[in-house]
């Protein structure tokens, strides 16, 4: 499912070298936009810098090409602006939990195009929609009703919360060649993207697709 992995570090600050990971501690301020977005969200990963984004661009996205994975969630921050118009990047701390990763997945039925989102606890799905200028529109969220206990109920309802009925910006890249070598250990026939999902609300969400799981 679009699930932060227990097997990563989720403070990440130079594991990844895509769109950017945002540690639970770092905060930062800037006012200055960044024109090549590969190179501001590679630095966010590696640095845990906090920089403007640019307007939507990158590669095509559609249906099928979300469709074809899971997504696991690697970088969520808030994004706010001081009185002197200068931007203060926060980490959403609900979503960097060891015990409860956050992931989403999609799929096309007969009837709509949900997306599903999990921490780890109870199953979910919402309409969604893609329109051509990669707006992304998700609609009511329903999901069945286990107890996750204290900790699980606050980050499952942050998610739902944040995701429901909501309109966000969507951002593909690739994430840089693991390796030079054809032969190393961390080829995959897999491309490697970077999904950024920038929210109306003012959250940056970052996604990085695996392996779709079959049930």
Not at 143 to 150: D, H
Request: with cysteine.
């Amino acid at each position: 499912m679009f699930l932060l992995n227990k097997a990563r570090p989720l403070i990440l600050t130079s594991l990844f070298a895509a769109f950017g990971v945002v540690g639970c501690q770092s905060t930062a301020t800037t006012s200055t936009p960044q024109t090549d977005k590969n190179e501001d969200i590679n630095h966010l990963i590696s640095a845990g810098s906090a920089k403007s984004l640019a307007s939507p661009t990158g590669l095509p996205i559609n249906s099928e090409l979300l469709e074809r994975f899971d997504w696991q969630l690697v970088s969520a921050v808030s994004n706010t602006y001081d009185e002197k118009g200068e931007l203060t990047r926060k980490p959403l701390g609900n979503f960097y939990h060891p015990d409860h990763p956050i992931s989403a997945s999609f799929e096309s039925w007969p009837d709509n195009q949900y997306a599903f989102f999990s921490s780890g606890c109870n199953d979910s799905r919402a309409p969604y929609f893609l329109l051509n200028d990669n707006t992304f529109k998700v609609g009511t969220i329903i999901s069945t009703v286990m107890g996750c206990g204290e900790t699980g109920n606050r980050i499952e309802s942050a998610l739902f919360d944040l995701m429901r009925n909501s309109n966000s910006q969507l951002t593909l890249s690739l994430q840089p060649s693991q390796s030079i070598s054809p032969t190393a250990d961390d080829q995959t026939d897999m491309p490697r993207y970077n999904l950024l999902q920038t929210m109306a609300t003012g959250e940056t969400l970052i996604w990085q697709n695996e392996a779709k799981q079959i049930p």
